[in-house]
């Protein structure tokens, strides 16, 4: 991919870079947990899902889902929960929806080291594409399978010194990725997304020129 940091002003023409940039095996990380671009995450899976002469791999952990109440007990116990901790429009991973139903398409793998409770349970491929990992040798790993794109929730800060960017959340294997990738002589992997609402974190602030 190129130095010079892009910026676009959509998630469509995003993807649309990415699949003019990247070869026939398109292959992402994202960060564990929360620190996902969900929405750019969702539109590359699903624009990969009609291209059956591409394939997309993901590399990530943790893909939060928002639990199903099943009776009128649950849904009255857990919706004032599930309204505070999530939100009315908090985007939900495409991928979950279709692996859950057995629907993932063949040219699509999905690579977790770590599961939400109960999420893997008949689920045939989220089984048979988990990967076992210590925390400390995830970055290392990235390396090896040669991610493409590190695909990372960001904020963004203007300041007197131009615009500052935050990885807000769940940075740390981002910045070790990065670090492992400069150390090995490959190209600069991070991509970010910034919906105006995600919180700035001072700490994990670099300048766009250096980390972007």
Request: aromatic fraction near 8%.
């Amino acid at each position: 991919m190129d130095q010079k940091p892009r910026q676009f002003h959509s998630f469509e023409t995003a993807v649309d870079a990415l699949l003019n940039t990247l070869g026939p095996v398109i292959r992402v990380a994202a960060p564990l947990g929360l620190g996902k671009p969900n929405q750019l995450i969702n539109l590359l899976y699903n624009r990969v899902k009609d291209l059956p002469d591409r394939r997309l791999e993901i590399y990530t952990a943790l893909s939060l889902d928002i639990p199903s109440p099943q009776s009128d007990l649950e849904r009255r116990f857990l919706s004032p929960f599930l309204d505070r901790h999530f939100g009315p429009d908090y985007p939900v991973f495409e991928y979950l929806k279709d692996r859950r139903h057995g629907e993932l398409p063949g040219n699509v793998r999905i690579h977790e080291f770590y599961f939400q409770a109960g999420q893997a349970l008949h689920a045939d491929s989220a089984q048979q594409d988990y990967v076992s990992l210590n925390y400390t040798h995830v970055a290392s790993y990235l390396v090896e399978c040669n991610i493409e794109v590190v695909l990372q929730l960001v904020a963004c800060r203007q300041t007197d010194q131009g615009p500052r960017y935050s990885l807000s959340c769940n940075p740390d294997l981002t910045l070790d990725v990065i670090d492992q990738y400069r150390k090995a002589g490959k190209k600069n992997p991070a991509a970010g997304s910034g919906p105006p609402r995600t919180a700035f974190s001072g700490d994990g602030c670099r300048s766009r020129s250096r980390l972007l």
